[in-house]
């Protein structure tokens, strides 16, 4: 009898748990969304180095190229009459 008193009590308390989740908008399945998009994180911090190494890359040849037609059109001034 005991037994089976426990397990009522269970289940009301998930039918309860269930209906404030609905009330309340709340994600049950919200722990193990975390816990798996940790999982994802080495990937994404990888991605984000990747980028960021990449802009870098690019602003160093921007910036050496602005230079080279600087110098360029500042030889191409001084040599017009």
């Known amino acids: ?13 998930d039918q309860v748990q269930g209906r404030q989740a609905e009330i309340y ?3 049950m399945h919200h722990a193990s969304k975390v ?4 999982e994802d994180e080495p990937t ?3 991605e984000v ?5 990449t802009a870098k890359l690019i ?3 921007v910036t050496a ?9 500042a030889i191409i001034s001084a ?3």
């Not at 009898?1 to 009301?12: C, F, L, M, P, R």
């Open 49 to 53: 180095v990747y980028v960021v190494t």
């Open 25 to 27: 908008k709340i994600d």
């Open 35 to 38: 816990l798996s998009m940790k």
């Open 44 to 46: 994404k911090v990888q």
């Open 65 to 73: 190229a602005s230079e080279i037609v600087t110098a360029a059109s």
């Open 79 to 81: 040599a017009e009459p």
């Open 1 to 13: 009898e005991d037994k089976k008193d426990e397990e009522a009590n269970v289940v009301k308390d």
């Open 59 to 61: 602003t160093e040849v």
